[in-house]
């Protein structure tokens, strides 16, 4: 037992029998699938956009170059132009393989001891694989809700439906991209628990967002595939909420409320928590910063003016005292014997 | 550190972030002005008639497709046709020529709630709708 992940999910249980029993109160479906999740919406967008802003703020003076490539240098010295760019297009290239790819992640490595004293790396994907599933499997399934939330409906959509239930398995039919999500935050939970470093630095910022995504993606499927919805009710109650016209629609059941309620909660919860980095990946001084460290002249931006004593000045005020006292000086008041003490010893 | 307010690379940051709220709200803006009609189903006269469905309404609403997955495994896996619901009305296990048997007007009955939530049952790129056929 782990504090840090025990508190997580007592804490993701008590927000779904909040929601479970809450909806049933008198006015719960009003306060549950209006309130909060134009509240949680508000919380997000501003939240989100004030904590960039922050960012934004921190003068980022020098090149920070993790680079992993030969800068560019010599004509006739071959430069990696993108993981150590000299200009924007790099830059850009870089970028969009990290968001996409994760190809910072790619370069994980597993240390190890090997024979008791023998410090060993070793390549290591897995973790890259299920992030990427990860990560793609979520924004298919965020993608695929657009559905909920446009009438009509856009073409791309039922392409990517018939992609993601292009096996065909029952009716209706199983969508890929939500087995993935759920496996994937499986897998990604595991590591955390199962590698005793990595357990070792896991806090419960950490485990919450697994455990409330894996419930979203739990209760999503759920209503999908087994205690079921009434889409076309659930569709005109979240047509209400984007239309601003928001009105409840009778027996859409308390698992969709749950499943909303954990969505509101997860948005709410995104600006002051790790899962910034959605925004964070952009603003990575490290990712967006051509490496110009030799090209260009970076000024640090708070330097200050210093008042400047020079040595020379210096000399000028005290050079009688010095010479008095003894001591080395530059220029002598009578052009002599500066070098004198030390030919004497 | 200094305490200024600057923001660094203004123009970019504000751009992004005036990117990511478009594609946040995209669902606020896609929909302004649009009437959003919920679909009703329209009963054709024969299903009116009949009264009651396979099963009762609120059931068939949300799993008519279960109903309909188990009347094909039934039917092209154990060869049995004959489908007896709860209240002991028998049926003929079959797509098109029970389904639609009632449910006549397949374009403004199935399809209409359909293309609001936007499903495409495959179906039909084997199953005839009787109506069309003729």
Sequence with gaps: ?345 | MPNNKKMYDKGKVVAGLCIFVVLITFPFWFNLGKAAPVPEPKLSDKAKAAKECVMPKAYMKAEHMQILNEWRDTVVRDAKRIYTNPSGKKFNMSLSNTCLDCHTEKAEFCDACHNYASVTPYCWDCHIDPKEAK
């Design chain 1, 1 to 345: 037992m782990n504090i840090s992940y025990m508190y997580s999910l007592i804490a993701v249980v008590v927000l779904f029998l909040l929601a479970y029993v809450g909806v049933k109160l008198p006015g719960g479906e009003v306060f549950f699938g209006v309130i909060i999740p134009y509240l949680a919406l508000i919380i997000f967008v501003l939240g989100f956009v004030n904590r960039v802003i922050d960012w934004a703020r921190s003068p980022v003076p020098f090149r920070i170059p993790t680079t992993c490539g030969q800068q560019k240098s010599l004509p006739w010295i071959k430069s990696a132009s993108i993981d150590n760019p000299s200009g924007t297009g790099g830059v850009i290239v870089r970028m969009i393989l990290e968001v996409v790819f994760l190809r910072s992640l790619f370069r994980n490595t597993k240390c190890e001891l090997k024979a008791g004293d023998k410090i060993s790396y070793e390549w290591e994907k897995w973790l890259w694989l299920f992030s990427l599933i990860f990560h793609w499997s979520f924004f298919i399934v965020l993608f695929r809700h657009l559905r909920f939330f446009t009438e009509p409906v856009p073409a791309c959509l039922q392409l990517l439906e018939k992609l993601d239930g292009f096996l065909q398995i029952g009716l209706p039919g199983l969508m890929l991209s939500g087995v993935a999500l759920l496996a994937a935050v499986t897998f990604l939970f595991l590591r955390r628990i199962l590698i005793p470093q990595v357990k070792y630095i896991s806090l419960g910022s950490d485990y919450f967002p697994l455990f409330l995504i894996f419930g979203i993606a739990f209760t999503g499927i759920l209503m999908r595939y087994f205690t079921k919805v009434d889409i076309v009710g659930a569709k005109a109650f979240t047509m209400g909420l984007v239309t601003l016209k928001p009105h409840i629609t009778e027996g859409v059941g308390s698992v969709f409320y749950v499943h909303l309620f954990f969505v509101s909660v997860l948005l709410a919860y995104f600006p002051f928590s790790k899962l910034m980095h959605l925004g964070g990946i952009f603003m990575s001084p490290t990712r967006n910063l051509a490496n110009t460290s030799r090209v260009k002249r970076h000024v640090n931006p708070w330097n200050y003016p210093v008042k400047i004593h020079t040595y020379e000045a210096y000399e000028d005020e005290f050079r009688e005292k010095m010479i008095e006292a003894g001591l080395p000086v530059e220029k002598m008041m009578e052009p002599e014997t500066p070098e004198e003490p030390e030919e004497k010893e």
